[in-house]
């Protein structure tokens, strides 16, 4: 009978796990609308099904990997399993938004502790050119599980309803379990010491505060009481997390990680991917179901080409990392996610959703190259030991690149839509009338995401003038954030190149970084 060595169940429970926790980043997209008809929710509740993932994701990832450091990464990472999945069966019984939200915050907490130990299990597993080849899988399979989560969402919402999209983690998780426990080695820092209690509140209230004024800022005003305290807010709290940090002795991030360029640029791909075309998936969900009208799985359909070419290229790019510099590789990925989402900025209200196939072609491609070459450079910048802290540092500034992305660009997006929508509608049919007619509801309901209700108590030339002008408003405000995700992806790209150098990775299980023309070969 042939027998798996362990460091290959390490492997498969490894990327069960992640591809877990990542679809449920994306796979919600294509089934908001239909959560939304479901418990009635508005476009902040929307936001929120994302973003109070990707916050507590974000929030306990540098906590879990000191943690892991501390107790063991297998132990955290079955906690994790048995965390993430009991949250999923929660989302699914959920009746109301703040039900829904609250459970998808537990389920990020669960995801957190998954995602920071992940890549340390699998560098403490493999060694050598097989630790490019498990970082190859590792980087297929979170390519493949962030592309393919709208197509997997569109087909369980449509055959199941949305509640699967969540029910159906549970028996995974428990199929992960019992791998973990049964097949993979325990493994921790030894010099690890106790939880840096100050830094996770502040850093948890900083980014909360900060988040849930992006998301509220165009309800409540941007110059009120409330946004202007929590921006204030979050800005003190930061600076005293920045404080709790250099005082501690065995902090949570540890910012002497920083002194090498090579994890400061990993850092910032990690954000930059997540704030551009990962944040973005939200909103071309939105524009393909909610202005194109179709249903989850013609949706999920049309996300194939970004899907299938970020599953292909990532175990290419997995290889390539141990025979070119990395560097290349997050250079041209973010390079050419850039150049993706700019080819999807030329949307107008009577385009159709192949004008994004483009994008999503030269984006797929670069989304493949970077997820592998940022796996590899997150911990091949630091000793072995220290690989649980780098996995969650890089992991949270991914997360909180989606969180403040999501946010960021929804509230652009939000006014924007409001501003061209008005705007189109001065000068059309029935223009003035409606704007007369409606009085302040138009602008709630085009905050909301509700224009569809103000729509239907109109006659029917008034509403086909509204739809039109809510199509120009729309798409108008759609290209303008995806603009701005390109730009984030840009600079990524620039920094990435800068930063990322060859002489700043170790070798494996070296304590200081080997000779340059060895170096890459050594890590990747």
């Known amino acids: 009978m042939v027998t798996v060595d362990r460091k290959w169940w390490t492997l498969i429970a490894v990327s069960v796990a992640i591809f877990m926790l990542l679809l449920d980043i994306t796979v919600v997209n294509v089934a ?10 508005n476009f902040s509740d929307l936001q929120w099904v994302v973003d109070a993932y990707s916050l507590t994701l974000a929030a ?30 929660l989302c699914g019984l959920s009746t109301s938004p703040l039900e829904l939200n609250l459970a998808r915050g537990v389920q990020g907490i669960g995801g957190a502790i998954m995602y920071a130990t992940s890549l340390a299990l699998l560098a403490q597993a493999f060694q050598g050119r097989e630790r490019g080849i498990a970082f190859g899988v590792f980087g297929a399979v979170t390519g493949a599980a962030v592309a393919v989560g709208p197509l997997v969402g569109g087909v369980v919402t449509s055959a199941f309803g949305w509640k699967w999209i969540f029910f159906i983690n ?15 080695s325990e493994s921790r820092d030894p010099h690890a010491t106790g ?22 800022g165009n309800d409540l005003g941007w110059g009120s009481v409330q946004i202007v305290t929590l921006l204030v807010g979050s800005v003190v709290l930061l600076a005293l997390f920045v404080l709790a940090e250099h005082i501690q002795s065995r902090p949570m991030l540890d910012f002497s990680l920083f002194r090498r360029p090579a994890f400061d640029g990993a850092s910032i791909v990690g954000f930059t991917i997540s704030a551009s075309i990962f944040s973005m998936f939200l909103y071309q969900t939105l524009y393909i179901q909610n202005l194109l009208g179709y249903g989850p799985l013609q949706a999920g359909l049309r996300f194939l080409p970004i ?52 994008g999503f072609v030269v984006g797929g491609i670069g989304i493949g190259l970077v997820t592998p070459a940022l796996a590899s450079t997150a911990i091949g910048v630091v000793p072995p030991a220290r690989s649980g802290m780098a996995s969650g540092i890089n992991s949270t500034f991914r997360q909180v690149g989606i969180a403040t992305g999501i946010a960021g660009l929804g509230a652009v997006f939000q006014h924007a839509v409001t501003q061209k ?13 409606i704007l007369s007619d409606t009085h302040g509801a138009l602008a709630g309901a085009l905050q909301a995401g509700g224009v569809g209700q103000i729509a239907g108590a109109l006659p029917a030339v008034a509403r086909a003038s509204l739809s039109h002008a809510y199509a120009t408003g729309f798409t108008g405000a759609f290209s303008q954030i995806t603009v701005i995700a390109a730009i984030i992806a840009l600079v990524g790209s620039v920094l990435a190149f800068i930063l990322v150098r060859p002489r700043d990775f170790v070798g494996t299980g070296a304590q200081a970084a080997p000779p340059p023309a060895t170096t890459e070969m050594a890590v990747a």
Not at 60 to 88: N, P, Q
Not at 422 to 430: F, K, N, Y
């Open 195 to 216: 939880v840096d209690w100050g830094g996770l509140i502040t850093f948890s209230g900083a980014l909360f505060m900060l988040v849930f004024a992006l998301v509220r």
């Open 421 to 433: 929508t008005v705007s189109a509608l001065t000068s059309a049919p029935h223009g003035a009338q």
């Open 170 to 184: 549970v028996p995974i998780g428990i199929a992960a379990v019992i791998t973990t426990v049964t097949q993979v």
């Open 32 to 41: 908001l609308p239909t959560i939304r008809a479901s418990l009635h929710s």
């Open 60 to 89: 306990f990832l540098l906590t879990a990997g000191a943690l892991a450091d501390l107790f063991g990464r297998k132990l955290l990472f079955t906690i994790g399993l048995i965390v993430f999945s009991l949250a999923s069966g």
């Open 307 to 358: 899907t299938f070419l970020a599953f292909i290229v990532a175990p290419i790019s997995g290889r390539l990392s141990v025979r070119i510099p990395i560097r290349l590789l997050l250079g041209v990925g973010m390079l050419l996610i850039g150049i993706g989402l700019l080819l999807q900025t030329d949307v107008t209200a009577s385009s159709s959703w192949t004008v994004l196939v483009p």
